[in-house]
């Protein structure tokens, strides 16, 4: 079984930061999986934030290019995303998510709220 724990959300004003974290556990090889974030607004659809593959490629949601960066640890089965100069729109319930084809395993989700 596959578990993914998210951490780091909270509440910011515009401008600050957040750092979410997720820790993978399971009996699967995570390093073959993509491993990323999706965020899901209220009234919008789940959309991929940010996403490493196995072998390093990073791509991002346009919105979002200049202002998160994202990383994983291999070894320790993690994936970090910092999420820098924080907008209202960037509110939302983040998911950490762990994807091989057409497998996903999701996190619970955690909420990052920006608003003055």
């Known amino acids: 079984q596959v578990q993914l724990v998210e951490s780091g959300g909270g509440s910011v004003q515009p401008g600050g930061s957040l750092r979410l974290s997720c820790a993978a556990s399971?009996?699967?090889?995570?390093?073959?999986?993509?491993m990323g974030w999706y965020r899901q607004a209220p009234g919008k659809q789940r959309e991929l934030v940010a996403a490493v593959t196995s072998g390093g490629s990073i791509n991002f949601l346009d919105s979002v290019k200049g202002r998160f960066t994202i990383s994983r640890d291999s070894a320790k089965n993690t994936v970090v995303l910092q999420m820098n100069s924080l907008k209202p729109e960037d509110t939302a319930v983040y998911y950490c998510?762990?994807?091989?084809?057409?497998?996903?395993?999701w996190g619970k989700g955690i909420l990052g709220t920006v608003s003055s």
């Open positions: 998510n762990v994807a091989l084809g057409a497998i996903n395993y």
């Open positions: 399971g009996s699967i090889f995570f390093s073959r999986y993509r």
